[in-house]
């Protein structure tokens, strides 16, 4: 009798930090290793726990499905077709503002048959992920007899995509050179490459009676008290400065406010209104490997749009209420009575046809991926809308800035045209002469496309990613299909992308000495030569859920995991401020009851 099995029992708080110990028994039974075997008789006892888990940690295969939340405000109303005269079939179907100002200008005309433009919203159609406007003489189907004879012919296959793309995707790389710009309240624009960190402007103050300097960043900061911050600003050779004290008193501002205490400085860097960028250091001793870097995370595209398949929740709408109303037959162009819409209240439910394999797949950090995203655009196939612009939260705001107008706010999302039949128009000759209006629409992406994503910051000494700024996408109308003078450029803005989380990293760093010898050391760890250790976070096996609540236990079934969220997709008016409001809390006072 032997045990060639070596069997080594693993403390859990060995395993994991925080990870509880539990008692373990091992039975042994003194058996011979030797038995006669019957033919057609063979028995095997399974442990259907620990292969359960064992197929669950072995497995690399996902299921991801989610829920969209579609919330929208339709904000934007305007007169559709050059300034030669109204596009039919879009000025037929808008929903109206004032339409019996129209109605009594178009009667008024020389000829009353002659077309004018009304003014109007575009429909909720126009925006909805899935169109249900199939039906729709003049726009959708053919009107026989009159030209244009329709806008776009509608395809059932299409509905679904007709607005929206819908891709998964996961961040595959940084990139370090995207120009950037910020406009702060004093209505000046800062630009600097993502690589120098964070933009902030100074202003001077007391706290508690001590003269201190106040950081306001343009986004997060993601510092900490007692952490430090490397300035682009030098005071008499140094730039190195300790943090004092997060926030300024207000809810919600030690997100993007720091001070550090004003001890007099021999230089005049420190006035009120300067601005410059910052990079976080979390052990000024060690400047080169604890200073943070700052870039742009880039989505590598896995899905093509058609592997999307999207439906209506059966039951469930949103919180907002459905805005629909009956336009008379007298109160419309072509005397015909409709109902229009101008916001929903449909939530949506998304798959993919496929399932997914994430084996060998790195993040943008060359570690074993443990976030999918569904990355979503806009098609915007009838053509109502420019060309897609990019940007960040710190470029959303209750003021229009010069950024959406800047060529480094391109997308690389190509676009097709299309023609239909303008308006006429009469040239010098008084003929009347025809016209063609062009119309644009975003290309899909494809396979290994790349799309940029939020900007982030990493630390080799945390070990930690933090994002600071999500990506955005501003939509504009197309000034020449349909004009919201005075002001052409206002749009939406959306976020690009809504995560899965796979797996996770552990709420605490590990180390190791470098002579030690160190059973399966993760790849993706970093040596600090400072320290002479080894650092990582270790990614925590699934089902487990450490004390902080940081772990994912999704469903496992048939070998694969299946994943579920819930996101709210936004669609914003620019104008609108989409940060929380923020209150001065005052320190509280302190008594003979203390």
Aim: hydrophobic fraction near 30%; glycine fraction near 6%.
């Amino acid at each position: 009798m032997n045990n060639s099995n070596e069997i080594i029992i693993v403390k859990g708080s060995a395993r994991y930090a925080g990870a509880p110990d539990v008692d373990s028994k091992i039975s042994v039974e003194l058996n011979s290793t030797l038995k006669e075997m019957t033919e057609y008789d063979r028995n095997l006892l399974v442990d259907l726990e620990n292969l359960f888990d064992r197929e669950r940690q072995e497995c690399d295969t996902f299921v991801p499905t989610c829920k969209f939340t579609f919330i929208f405000e339709n904000s934007y109303s305007g007169l559709t077709g050059p300034k030669a005269g109204p596009y039919d079939p879009i000025n037929r179907n808008l929903y109206y503002v004032n339409p019996l100002y129209y109605r009594l200008l178009q009667n008024d005309q020389q000829d009353p048959s002659n077309e004018i433009a009304w003014g109007g919203f575009p429909q909720y159609h126009e925006f909805d992920f899935i169109r249900n406007d199939s039906n729709v003489v003049g726009y959708t189907q053919p009107l026989v007899g009159q030209n244009p004879q329709y806008h776009i012919l509608f395809d059932a296959k299409e509905q679904s995509y007709y607005n929206w793309f819908f891709h998964l995707s996961y961040p595959s790389e940084k990139y370090f050179n995207q120009s950037m710009e910020y406009q702060f309240e004093d209505g000046e624009v800062f630009t600097w490459t993502v690589s120098q960190g964070i933009p902030f402007v100074i202003s001077n103050d007391k706290f508690n009676g001590q003269p201190v300097i106040i950081f306001r960043c343009a986004m997060d900061h993601g510092l900490s008290v007692g952490e430090s911050v490397e300035l682009s600003l030098n005071c008499n050779g140094v730039n190195i400065f300790d943090v004092y004290r997060l926030g300024d008193g207000y809810t919600n501002s030690e997100k993007n406010v720091f001070m550090i205490f004003n001890i007099g400085f021999l230089c005049d860097i420190f006035f009120d209104g300067q601005k410059g960028t910052l990079k976080r250091v979390t052990n000024k001793e060690n400047l080169t490997e604890s200073k943070s870097e700052y870039y742009v995370r880039r989505h590598k595209i896995i899905t093509n749009y058609t592997d999307a398949i999207l439906t209506k929740t059966a039951f469930e709408n949103n919180a907002f209420r459905k805005n629909t109303k009956f336009e008379t037959k007298s109160l419309t162009p072509n005397l015909n009575a409709r109902i229009s819409l101008k916001e929903g209240t449909q939530s949506y439910s998304l798959s993919f046809k496929n399932t997914f394999s994430i084996n060998g797949l790195k993040d943008n950090l060359n570690r074993p991926l443990t976030e999918l995203y569904v990355t979503v655009v806009n098609r915007g196939r009838f053509g109502f809308f420019d060309s897609l612009k990019k940007g960040w939260g710190f470029n959303l705001g209750p003021e229009l800035n010069t950024w959406w107008g800047n060529p480094n706010s391109d997308t690389n999302i190509t676009q097709t045209s299309f023609n239909r039949p303008g308006p006429n128009i009469t040239d010098s000759f008084g003929n009347s002469v025809g016209t063609l209006m062009t119309f644009y629409y975003n290309n899909p992406l494809e396979v290994d496309d790349l799309i940029d994503g939020d900007l982030c910051e990493w630390n080799d000494m945390t070990q930690e990613e933090q994002v600071l700024s999500l990506h955005y996408h501003k939509i504009r109308f197309n000034p020449k299909v349909f004009d919201v003078s005075p002001n052409s450029s206002l749009g939406y803005y959306y976020n690009t992308h809504y995560k899965f989380q796979l797996r996770t990293f552990s709420s605490y760093i590990e180390n190791a000495d470098r002579n030690i010898i160190i059973d399966n050391l993760p790849s993706y760890s970093y040596y600090s030569a400072y320290n002479q250790k080894f650092f990582w976070r270790d990614i925590y096996t699934y089902g487990y859920i450490d004390v902080d609540g940081v772990g994912v236990d999704n469903p496992f079934l048939n070998n694969k995991h299946y994943l579920f969220e819930d996101f709210i997709f936004r669609l914003i008016p620019e104008g609108s401020n989409i940060n929380e409001n923020s209150t001065l809390v005052n320190d509280p006072l302190i008594d003979d009851c203390e």
